[in-house]
Nanobody
Framework: QVQLVESGGGLVQPGESLRLSCAVS????????MDWYRQHPGKQRELVAG???????NYRDSVKGRFTISRDNAKNTVYLQMNSLKPEDTAVYYC?????????WGQGTQVTVSS
C-alpha cells in the first residue's frame, strides 16, 4: 500500500521559513520522481517543485530562489525547504508521485503566511 504523509506546515510571518517533509512507504522510493503541489482556496492544485529519481529539480517561477526540494533516499523522504515566505504562499501543500498511470497524494499540510 502506497502512503505519503506530509508534515511541517504551520503559521509563520512573512519572510520566515518552513520545511515540509513527506514520508513515503510502499514503493521503491529511490526509483520515483516526487513532487510538491499546493492548492489555494477555491483554486486548482498547482505544481510547486519536482525532483527526479536522479535528483534533477524544477520549480515554478514564483518560488525559484526561495524554495528548495530535496530527497533522502535512505529515509524515503522528500523535503521542501521554503524561505522568504510570502502571504501568497499560503495554501495546502501536497506531496505527490505517479506509479504507472496512477497518481498518489498525501493528505496535505496547511501553510499559512500572515502577520
Amino acid at each position: 500500500q502506497v502512503q505519503l504523509v506530509e508534515s511541517g506546515g504551520g503559521l509563520v510571518q512573512p519572510g520566515e521559513s518552513l520545511r515540509l517533509s513527506c514520508a513515503v512507504s510502499g514503493i521503491t522510493f529511490s526509483a520515483y520522481a516526487m513532487d510538491w503541489y499546493r492548492q489555494h482556496p477555491g483554486k486548482q492544485r498547482e505544481l510547486v517543485a519536482g525532483i527526479t529519481s536522479r535528483g534533477t529539480t524544477n520549480y515554478r517561477d514564483s518560488v525559484k530562489g526561495r524554495f528548495t526540494i530535496s530527497r533522502d533516499n535512505a529515509k524515503n523522504t522528500v523535503y521542501l525547504q521554503m524561505n522568504s515566505l510570502k502571504p501568497e504562499d499560503t495554501a495546502v501543500y501536497y506531496c505527490h508521485t505517479i506509479l504507472g498511470l496512477r497518481n498518489y497524494w498525501g493528505q496535505g499540510t496547511q501553510v499559512t503566511v500572515s502577520s
